[in-house]
């Protein structure tokens, strides 16, 4: 397969109740702390990585992640940094913890020598230096 240019990048953050007296990944790991993921995302594979099982609520979309942050359900959620930078301006009592994450780059994925890889390439580029990719991007973590 082939790769496309990358059109965004990211990387994964906690997303906490200010109450909750954690700093760090360690904090989360000592404290038994209950986190939600939603399956299938680089969260959810950072999770199962650092966290016991039993300290983690799998959730099948970010809605209701979020839904259990906000009623005390789970106590963090493990979040793209984008989302969780926009949520947390809009919910003064929730924090964003930093943690040693790599850094993620996003592009798309076609079949080894397709023969639209250089046209979507070209799109991709275009999309980018105009900001359309930006914009949908912000349009994106806005919904949050």
Same mark, same amino acid.
């Given at each position: 397969?082939?790769?496309?240019?990358?059109?965004?990048?990211? $990387?994964?953050? &906690?997303?906490?109740?200010?109450?909750?007296? #954690?700093?760090?990944?360690?904090?989360?790991? +000592? *404290?038994?702390?209950?986190?939600?993921?939603?399956?299938?995302?680089?969260?959810?594979?950072?999770?199962?990585?650092?966290?016991?099982?039993?300290?983690?609520?799998?959730?099948?979309?970010?809605?209701?992640?979020?839904?259990?942050? $906000?009623?005390? &359900?789970?106590?963090?959620?493990?979040?793209? #940094?984008?989302?969780?930078?926009?949520?947390? +301006? *809009?919910?003064?009592?929730?924090?964003?913890?930093?943690?040693?994450?790599?850094?993620?780059?996003?592009?798309?994925?076609?079949?080894?020598?397709?023969?639209?890889?250089?046209?979507?390439?070209?799109?991709?580029?275009?999309?980018? $230096?105009?900001?359309?990719?930006?914009?949908?991007?912000?349009?994106?973590?806005?919904?949050?």
């Amino acid at each position: 397969m082939n790769f496309t240019v990358s059109y965004a990048s990211g $990387e994964q953050k &906690i997303l906490v109740k200010n109450d909750v007296e #954690v700093n760090n990944l360690s904090d989360l790991k +000592s *404290k038994g702390i209950l986190i939600g993921v939603e399956n299938g995302t680089t969260g959810f594979d950072l999770a199962a990585e650092t966290f016991n099982t039993a300290n983690i609520r799998e959730y099948d979309d970010a809605t209701h992640m979020m839904d259990a942050l $906000e009623s005390g &359900i789970v106590s963090a959620v493990v979040i793209d #940094v984008a989302p969780a930078t926009v949520y947390a +301006s *809009k919910h003064t009592d929730l924090k964003v913890i930093d943690i040693d994450t790599d850094y993620e780059e996003y592009a798309l994925a076609l079949a080894k020598d397709s023969e639209y890889y250089e046209q979507i390439n070209s799109i991709l580029q275009d999309m980018i $230096e105009r900001g359309t990719v930006d914009d949908i991007i912000q349009s994106y973590n806005s919904i949050n």
